[in-house]
């Protein structure tokens, strides 16, 4: 196994290997302003969806059809990286339906809780960044294939119950036992520990790696908060559910 792998696909080596020469290189800054501009971009879309939502309009389409456009988007990010520079931004408006559908649905139920999870997402950004740089927690190869093992085992799991949901059968991480709970808790920590990777990664490119790399590595931190935020916002609600 590589040193430099990652469980991120975005931060694989497949996309870092480019044949053209550049003078410019991939800076920290630029990966800010990229990522910062497309949390803009969800924001603004998440509060459009959530508007039509309080007026009454049905948005269930916004929520799946962000979600399974992102999905398309990043297939095809993964085959034409060089396109990445156009499709990232509309990897963020196609989140920004997702997370719009998903975030009304779960405010119209429970007032505040998006903001709370967002909140949390925020501050476990900042305190998974603040553990990198200190070198509090070290990214040794074992951490990583930890990391990688578990994450890929959750994704697993994922698309199963999605398939047998298909058949009328409902998966246990979908309900509020302990259980399901525990799952959800699981992988919220994996979500913030791929951060890590992402971090290490990143720190490696830098002045190496194109500028047009920061597209790529943009869409990499995205695919990681927007999943740290989606578990944390489900773990909230089955909390409250349950409590």
């Not at 550049?22 to 630029?30: I, L, R």
């Not at 962000?66 to 156009?86: E, L, M, N, P, R």
């Not at 501050?123 to 740089?133: A, E, K, S, V």
């Not at 990664?201 to 908060?225: D, H, N, R």
């Amino acid at each position: 196994m590589r040193l430099d792998k990652t469980s991120n696909p975005a931060f694989s080596n497949y996309f870092w290997d480019d044949k053209k020469s550049s003078s410019a290189k991939m800076t920290v800054s630029g990966i800010i302003i990229k990522s910062l501009l497309c949390i803009a971009i969800i924001a603004a879309i998440t509060v459009y969806v959530w508007s039509l939502y309080s007026s009454g309009f049905d948005i269930e389409w916004f929520l799946y059809g962000g979600i399974i456009s992102s999905i398309i988007i990043s297939v095809i990010i993964s085959y034409k990286h060089d396109w990445a520079s156009f499709l990232v931004p509309l990897y963020a408006i196609a989140k920004g339906c997702f997370l719009g559908g998903l975030s009304s649905f779960a405010h119209a139920k429970f007032p505040n809780m998006p903001y709370q999870a967002i909140g949390v997402t925020i501050i476990t950004f900042f305190t998974i960044l603040f553990l990198y740089q200190t070198r509090i927690i070290v990214v040794t190869q074992k951490l990583k294939s930890i990391i990688i093992t578990a994450a890929s085992s959750i994704f697993l799991v994922y698309i199963i119950s999605w398939i047998l949901g298909f058949f009328g059968i409902q998966s246990f991480i979908w309900g509020t036992s302990l259980v399901a709970i525990a799952f959800n808790v699981i992988a919220a920590v994996v979500a913030s520990l791929t951060l890590l990777l992402d971090f290490q990664y990143i720190e490696k490119q830098k002045g190496k790696a194109p500028k047009s790399k920061e597209w790529l590595a943009t869409w990499g931190l995205l695919v990681s908060l927007v999943w740290l935020y989606v578990e944390i916002l489900r773990l909230m609600k089955k909390l409250a559910i349950r409590y």
